[in-house]
């Protein structure tokens, strides 16, 4: 009932097209569904966030889609470039100070040039 | 901009041994996370810390682990005796309220 469900596992995508990545969870009780960009050797770096009182949020050419009825997101990059290309993680957590956060399998995004 | 920082960037370790894995959150940050990621694979939750106590760990987090602010700074996380398996890569992370901003991680290798 935890699991954060991801797909698909790898993306190629040519430079300006657009990339979707999908997520599902189980857990009703996750109210906070933030997006992580990870390059080689870094760590994950918050991309963008939404909460389930809204369908979708836009930041520049990232866009996180919500489905509450579902119980799915995604993750929608505009315009994808080269620079994007990073593994690319959705997570899901309690709106509650320091609750844990519930990676997705994660999914390896190539920008072609 | 402020960040959190992790020492050391690679440790290698013999198995059974102890390491010290440490990090320095957020200045203003109030909750602190440890989270592993084996190589391909997923970011697992180890442990949250607050008020200078465990407010959650996961299964993996065994009697083998402990973690400790020792002073007004810096977050550890320690194993007691390694084994192959806890080879990964542990990234520490902290947050004020919900968003949690993480290290660059320390990659364990334990021979």
């Known amino acids: 009932q935890q699991q954060v469900k991801q797909s698909p596992q790898s993306l190629i995508v040519q430079k300006g097209g657009i990339s979707i990545i999908n997520c599902a969870y189980e857990?009703?009780?996750?109210?906070?569904f933030p997006w992580y960009q990870q390059f080689p050797g870094k760590g994950p770096a918050l991309l963008i966030a939404?909460?389930?009182?809204?369908s979708e949020k836009k930041e520049g050419r990232f866009t996180i889609s919500f489905n509450k009825s579902a119980k799915q997101f995604s993750l929608h990059i505009m315009d994808s470039q080269p620079g994007d290309s990073a593994t690319y993680f959705c997570?899901?957590?309690?709106?509650?100070?320091?609750?844990?956060?519930?990676f997705g399998e994660g999914t390896q995004l190539t920008v072609n040039p | 901009e402020p960040e959190v920082t992790q020492t050391p960037s690679h440790q290698v370790t013999q198995m059974g041994q102890e390491v010290i894995l440490r990090c320095v959150p957020i200045s203003n940050h109030l909750y602190f996370y440890w989270y592993r990621q084996i190589l391909g694979q997923k970011v697992e939750f180890l442990v949250s810390?607050?008020?200078?106590?465990?407010?959650?760990k996961s299964e993996i987090f065994d009697d083998q682990f402990s973690v400790e602010r020792p002073d007004g700074s810096n977050f550890t996380l320690k194993i007691r005796s390694t084994k192959l398996e806890d080879s990964a890569m542990y990234f520490c992370?902290?947050?004020?309220?919900?968003?949690?901003?993480f290290g660059p991680g320390t990659r364990l290798t334990v021979l």
């Open positions: 857990n009703t009780a996750f109210d906070y």
């Open positions: 810390f607050y008020n200078n106590e465990i407010s959650e």
């Open positions: 992370a902290s947050s004020g309220k919900n968003e949690q901003f």
């Open positions: 997570a899901a957590v309690r709106w509650i100070s320091g609750s844990r956060l519930t």
């Open positions: 939404i909460r389930p009182d809204v």
